[in-house]
């Protein structure tokens, strides 16, 4: 398999090369490590309340069924994966809650994790670079210098986006804005995102590139012709979810497959923007 010279990043589609000006990235597990391990807080949840239904599932069981949903939705804002749960709790004869109620409880345990992280940022006892994924904030300084305009798109909760962005101290990079989930789900994805950009500022897809560790914005950036650049970053939890997630990558389509952190960044960038 190709590489770009002198890397382990690869080529697995050749991209058109020469015209980025714009650039999306997703956020957690492409730049941002303040949640990490955040499956280890949400799968335990939503087997608490499956156990409450009446089903005769052993622990094991539903531990197995939640993983997998949840994997699935990865990438997706956090509701489609509370739908689900409440679809799963209706068929085992419960009453489910309202989808918002279930993300509500989640918010509530991940919050006070993430809101550690962010004090050891602000107190000065944690680096944003020792919880952002390595060389992340060097592509994103080079990048700018070359004047590509930046966006963040995460399917977090936009206000839990902008302060985590801020207290990682890479929130100026992104002079095209920063994006994220919304109370009406309806009116945020990652695909309105890259298909605004791309209308506003009568793009080519080969003038934008998507940059992200889930399947969603890869396949959204090929469904306009972007170039999608993968990353696999490895995720920190206890049961070792999204372990396929090159596979997944390069199903989605992803041009370049970067692992496990961009760390050769300066080489992707020079290869990106060279024609």
């Not at 939503?46 to 990438?75: A, N, P, R, W, Y």
């Not at 305009?149 to 399917?155: H, V």
């Not at 080969?206 to 890869?218: K, N, R």
């Not at 997944?248 to 497959?257: F, P, Q, S, Y």
């Amino acid at each position: 398999m190709d590489t770009i010279p002198s890397t382990s990043i690869r080529i697995l589609e050749a991209p058109p090369r020469g015209q980025i000006q714009h650039a999306v990235f997703d956020f957690d597990g492409t730049l941002s490590m303040v949640r990490d391990g955040w499956q280890d807080i949400m799968v335990p949840m939503m087997v608490e309340i499956l156990q409450e239904c009446s089903t005769d599932e052993s622990v094991e069981e539903l531990e197995k069924l939640v993983m997998h949903f949840v994997d699935h939705l990865t990438g997706k804002q956090t509701i489609y994966q509370m739908i689900r749960l409440a679809e799963e709790v209706e068929k085992r004869g419960g009453n489910p809650l309202e989808p918002l109620e279930y993300k509500q409880m989640y918010n509530d345990r991940i919050v006070p994790v993430a809101a550690e992280r962010i004090a050891g940022l602000q107190d000065g006892s944690l680096k944003p670079d020792e919880v952002m994924v390595p060389g992340a904030r060097a592509l994103l300084e080079d990048l700018s210098s070359r004047g590509v305009k930046c966006y963040l798109a995460s399917g977090t909760d936009i206000e839990f986006v902008k302060d985590e962005a801020i207290a990682l101290q890479i929130d100026h990079y992104f002079d095209g804005g920063i994006f994220g989930a919304l109370p009406n789900f309806e009116n945020f994805s990652k695909a309105k995102v890259i298909q605004k950009i791309i209308a506003d500022f009568e793009l080519s897809g080969a003038e934008l590139a998507v940059i992200g560790d889930g399947y969603v914005e890869i396949e959204n950036a090929r469904q306009v012709e972007a170039i999608a650049v993968g990353l696999v970053s490895p995720e920190g939890n206890l049961y070792h979810m999204n372990s396929d997630k090159g596979g997944r990558l390069t199903k989605a389509g992803a041009h370049l497959l970067i692992e496990p952190d961009f760390r050769e960044s300066e080489a992707l960038v020079e290869y990106l923007l060279t024609a």
